[in-house]
């Protein structure tokens, strides 16, 4: 890096996109955002910690290139694009007003004066949390929510608890492929906007850096070499 080891080994050279401090109640922890080549991710890695000595050479500094940033655009698209699958599975999973439900176990009701089976629908006509349930928050447990549904056929409102009843029909509610992409790739453009926004400038430094580096070490190596032209230069 730009990622400096105890023993001063560089790690990460071009590759570090943002770095940030954790600090918690006794101790502070340094992470640096890096982009791994290998693994073809983005993921952060602890550079320092007040929790122990962590040596003189020890450190970091952003320094991402712009192959870097265009690596790590595709990440994060790729990694919206999951995110927003998995999230658009549990939207239309989830119960709320309007939708069709069926019960998930036979339900036995005394105001409809039958037993409910599963299989049977009805839509969603109130959704909230329910009343008189003041044990449960007494004793630190989260009340379920609760489900006004209207049957096909019934005249009254059954409340139910939400995980009684399951929507119907949810894989019609997903979002598009097509839709989820342009979202995914508008939400890894923002991401890299933001990085360059904020790090612009201490990009450039760090690409100085390691181009300064770069002619030390080539300096050095000729030194070692014997080639004394080299050096001079």
């Known amino acids: 890096m730009a990622v400096l080891d105890y023993d001063g080994k560089r790690s990460f050279v071009g590759r570090v996109l943002a770095e940030r401090e954790y600090n918690g109640y006794h101790d502070s922890d340094f992470y640096a955002l890096v982009y791994s080549d290998e693994t073809d ?5 602890e550079f320092a910690t007040t929790r122990g000595g962590c040596g003189a050479a020890f450190g970091t500094y952003v320094d991402a290139t712009d192959e870097t940033l265009d690596k790590a655009e595709a990440v994060f698209k790729r990694d919206a694009l999951d995110r927003l699958r998995l999230n658009d599975i549990e939207s239309a999973k989830t119960v709320e007003k309007g939708k069709t439900v069926t019960v998930t176990r036979k339900y036995r009701s005394r105001k409809l004066g039958r037993t409910l089976n599963p299989g049977d629908t009805g839509t969603v006509v109130w959704y909230g949390r329910g009343f008189g349930q003041t044990y449960a928050e007494k004793y630190g447990r989260t009340p379920p929510m609760r489900a006004g549904v209207k049957f096909e056929g ?3 409102t059954l409340f139910l608890d939400s995980y009684d009843v399951e929507v119907v029909g949810w894989e019609d ?6 839709t989820l992409r342009e979202e995914a790739d508008r939400a890894g453009r923002n991401r890299r906007r933001e990085l360059e926004t904020r790090y612009a400038k201490r990009y450039a430094e760090g690409r ?9 070490l080539e300096a050095l190596f000729a030194f070692l070499r014997g080639d004394s032209k080299a050096v001079a230069a």
């Open 208 to 216: 100085a850096k390691n181009e300064r580096a770069a002619t030390a």
């Open 154 to 156: 019934e005249t009254e």
């Open 173 to 178: 509610l997903l979002k598009s492929e097509e």
């Open 41 to 45: 991710s983005v993921y952060e890695v």
